[in-house]
């Protein structure tokens, strides 16, 4: 079996210092968000600060860290996840200790006419698959979309990198892969956090557009390895006052290379994938190091410990099409007669902010695309612009990606009135 990387890693020999702009006065919210009936931790859980634009996502362990101003001593913290009801914490429950927050399955009887669930989860995820052709975007669009990458030396931030980029959408049912162009983007790294070498992501917003499942189902639910899964029925909820069943996935235990599980959240009226949360299986440390690390020093082993992804569609004029996703990347790095080693996180998601038909399906010329390989940090050099990011100068790691985006989009707005 082989599985195509979806982010890379690769190694450079660190140059230069930069401010990373990382507040230095917070105060730490740190916990785990778990299901409340079997304790399993919820990745990719939303916790936000009410009433302000403060907000992180739990790890593949279920953790989370929120930085909050250190004399805010009143307010709520939103704990939200897909298909669970949602929960309002008092920042007088945080301690000194991790906080557990326990979520309550939001689970919805199915209704006795108009909608049968199938015999099988297996042949409903078929039929998503099946059905796309009818379901999502079948003409060429233009999106606009904000990308952000984060990578982290344990939880201190260590690089920073967005962009604003130019998306130009193929028909789900081409083959044809999507093209890009990066419009505006920026960065702000702190070499003296990555120990003697810094460590870059390969791949940039491509990373963020290989999740979209549906239009890539060869990184997660091909034709070929498919029946390597067992689908499961998990439960059925409610998103957006529409009925969705929620389909658990894993390998079989007859699969030994590593492979994802996870839920996949099904329309039971139209039979469409709404959203995906998915991470990998890690049976093979080698195998899966060798997946995801491009170039490394011979001196060091790195390890992946955690690799998690989520992607949501959203649904326009009977047409659904990918909006948003997220990926976190937890690596575990051995040096050589080193006591101890360190651990890295990377984390990227995109947003689409808009879209518009592209009919004649006009893609840039190939000198303008970013290419597959992009190391987004490197770039940013040639495509910074301070008077287009306007007051939004500094790089604000904790702040939620919704609030980034409203930001771009009047400065887009901004430029488009030029």
């Known amino acids: 079996m082989t599985l195509i990387m979806l982010g890379c890693l690769a190694w450079y020999p660190a140059r230069s210092q930069e401010a990373s702009g990382e507040p230095q006065d917070y105060r730490a919210l740190q916990g785990v968000v778990v299901d409340s009936q079997n304790g399993d931790p919820l990745v990719f859980a939303s916790l936000a600060l009410e009433g302000q634009n403060l907000t992180t996502v739990t790890n593949a362990e279920g953790e989370f860290l929120l930085k909050v101003p250190p004399d805010l001593e009143e307010g709520r913290i939103v704990v939200t996840y897909l298909g669970y009801r949602s929960r309002q914490i008092p920042l007088s429950a945080f301690g000194r200790e991790p906080l557990e927050i326990s979520l309550s399955v939001s689970v919805t009887s199915l209704p006795e006419v108009n909608v049968a669930a199938p015999a099988d989860a297996t042949q409903l995820v078929k039929d998503a698959l099946r059905k796309k052709g009818e379901n999502y975007l079948d003409k060429p669009v233009k999106m606009t979309a904000f990308y952000r990458e984060t990578i982290k030396k344990r939880r201190r931030n260590a690089s920073l990198a967005e962009a604003v980029v130019q998306i130009y959408k193929a028909p789900y049912t081409s083959d044809r892969q999507d093209a890009v162009e990066l419009y505006k983007a920026r960065k702000s790294t702190d070499y003296s956090r990555l120990d003697t070498v810094a460590l870059k992501l390969q791949g940039g917003p491509f ?12 990184y997660l639910l091909s034709a070929e390895y498919i029946d390597d899964y067992q689908f499961f029925y998990e439960r059925n909820t409610t ?7 929620v389909i658990g996935f894993r ?3 007859s699969i030994l290379e590593p492979m994802f599980r996870g839920r996949l959240y099904i329309d039971a009226e139209r039979k469409v994938l709404t959203s995906a949360i998915y991470s990998l299986n890690i049976t093979d440390e080698a195998m899966a190091s060798r997946m995801f690390v491009r170039r490394k020093p011979a001196n ?3 390890t992946p410990t955690q690799i998690s992804y989520r992607v949501d569609y959203r649904e326009q004029d009977g047409r659904w099409y990918y909006s948003y996703s997220n990926a976190l990347l937890e690596f575990k790095v051995d040096w050589d007669r080193r006591l101890f080693n360190s651990v890295y996180s990377l984390s990227l998601e995109m947003a689409v902010t808009d879209w518009e038909p592209n009919p004649d399906g006009i893609v840039p010329r190939l000198r ?7 190391i987004l940090s490197d770039a940013a050099e040639g495509f910074s612009d301070p008077d287009f990011w306007g007051e939004y100068n500094i790089i604000e790691p904790d702040k939620s990606i919704e609030s980034a985006i409203r930001k771009i989009q009047r400065q887009l707005r901004r430029e488009d009135r030029r």
């Open 368 to 374: 303008d695309r970013v290419k597959s390989s992009i």
């Open 300 to 302: 060091v082993q790195v």
């Open 239 to 245: 998103v957006d006052d529409r009925l969705v069943y």
């Open 207 to 218: 990373n963020a557009l290989f999740v979209d499942v549906m239009k890539y189902p060869d």
């Open 251 to 253: 390998q079989r235990e």
